[in-house]
């Protein structure tokens, strides 16, 4: 039982990463008897709703997560980006991260950090703790700090994601695997809260998104071959809360937090296959091979998912548009990406200029426009599809709402941000620290 009335006392922080987890599938799930320790636990704290970054892709989630910034400090606007004044495509990692995390600060105030499988962390640098990256993590070593840390994990066989690949072979393929690397999560977890010294610990389980993406019809449809391997998944999910909580002293606060929401899948809309039908878009060559094929008479490309830049003279080799033309380019795009429909239903929600989303030094790398779906429609920068829509293995969807978040405390009225989470852990341990762009809710 928590006791509210004591925590001004806890010092200590446990987090439960999940990522892609909905607050209302978790909701859902507590109503129909599936997840009991999650419900004891939400009746004496609170469970509620968030907002994700934008995108709302999980590298730059987490990583607002950690830092407690928007990517205009943190500097990570998705999977991809571009090098500088080019088309070249490179993935950012933890090197390209430019704001403190979470447990750099506590690293400070001599506090020491548990970090498991928090992905955007690869490769893993040096902390007071031990930290193993998560997706997207190519090499164990390179990914675990410190050494001793990896020998263990590697003693384990640990499995550091899902081979999704072995999606396409089958779904009980991908179901076993699922199940295997799920156990190696567990396991590595449960091993360092019993046998290290933490003042936060940060647990992620990535497995729920990989069930979401493959396997969300799973859960809409009772009569889906792999309908009961959903439902076991979260009672274990379960159990683990219950195991992981289990651990908290009356010195230790217990938060669950998610990257995004999720949902099912009306329709994949290709954003540069629409561009290139309205003549905005066009390559050297066809199929074009990459980004670098692009065609001097571009003035517009999207990025996955959901990230359009304006081919602007002064900032890529081959930019067409003029700078006195930037902001009426904009607003055109604007405009017409909202009237997008099928089947009368209108694709896109919002559409974010940068100016509205981001601020900081790494400002200048923002995409010029940020496109948000209406739930059921997953936008795709793919540069080689034929059509606007289509369908693919893919049956979940991100969407920036509905994602989870859980303290076992008291929180304030009020929408909450994952920009928020990080000040709220570290308003919990005690920790002043002035330059998030979050608040705290506790």
């Known amino acids: 039982m928590v006791n509210f009335s004591s925590r001004n006392k806890k010092r200590k922080v446990m987090v439960l990463g999940v990522d892609g987890v909905p607050c ?8 129909k008897g599936i997840m009991p320790n999650l419900s004891s636990l939400a009746k004496e704290g609170h469970l509620r709703e968030m907002n994700a970054s934008i995108p709302e892709v999980s590298s730059t989630s987490w990583t607002t997560f950690m830092t407690g910034v928007n990517p205009g400090k943190h500097g990570i606007y998705g999977f ?17 991260m430019k704001s403190d995390t979470l447990w750099d600060i506590l690293g400070r105030h001599n506090k020491r950090s548990i970090v498991l499988n928090v992905p955007a962390t690869y490769p893993a640098k040096p902390l007071n703790g031990i930290l193993t990256a998560g997706f997207v993590s190519l090499d164990l070593q390179k990914a675990t700090y410190p ?10 066989n640990y499995r550091m994601d899902v081979d999704t690949q072995k999606a396409v072979q089958s779904q009980e393929v991908l179901v076993g695997d699922i199940q295997m690397t799920f156990q190696k999560r567990l396991e590595s977890f449960l091993y360092f809260l019993d046998n290290e010294e933490w003042d936060l610990s940060i647990c992620t389980i990535t497995e729920t998104d990989r069930l ?19 439902i076991t998944f979260y009672k274990k999910l379960d159990s683990l809360i219950g195991e992981m909580y289990a651990r908290c002293g009356e010195d230790t606060s217990f938060i669950i937090v998610s990257d995004h929401g999720f949902a099912g899948i009306k329709q994949e809309v290709y954003l540069n296959s629409w561009l290139r039908e309205k003549g905005y878009l066009l390559f050297r060559k066809a199929p074009p091979g990459s980004l670098e094929d692009i065609h001097p008479e571009s003035r517009i490309f999207v990025l996955d998912p ?39 239903e209108k694709v896109i929600k919002e559409v974010f200029m ?13 995409p010029d426009l940020i496109a948000l779906p209406h739930t059921g429609f997953d936008l795709k920068g793919a540069l080689n599809k034929q059509t606007i829509y289509g ?11 509905n994602a989870t978040f859980f303290v076992n405390q008291p929180v304030k009225d009020g929408e909450i941000n ?16 002035n330059d998030f762009d979050g608040i705290p809710f506790v």
């Open 147 to 156: 050494e001793s840390a990896y020998r263990y994990l590697k003693a384990i």
């Open 212 to 230: 979401h993406h493959f396997l969300w019809a799973a859960l809409e449809d009772v009569s889906h071959p792999q309908h009961g391997f959903f």
């Open 24 to 31: 209302t599938l978790l909701k859902d799930f507590i109503n």
């Open 354 to 366: 940068r100016e509205e989303l981001y601020k900081g030094p790494l400002y200048e790398s923002a």
């Open 391 to 401: 369908r693919s293995i893919f049956t979940g969807a991100h969407t920036r709402g």
């Open 306 to 344: 959901s990230r359009l830049y304006i081919n602007l003279k002064n900032r890529y080799p081959s930019g067409s548009v003029e700078d006195k033309d930037y902001e009426d380019i904009r607003l055109k795009i604007k405009q017409e990406l909202l009237n997008i429909s099928i089947n009368s």
């Open 418 to 433: 994952i920009v928020d989470v990080a000040p709220t852990i570290l308003a919990l341990m005690g920790i002043q620290h």
């Open 80 to 96: 991809m980006d571009l090098k500088p004044n080019s088309y070249r495509l490179f993935f950012p990692n933890s090197n390209d």
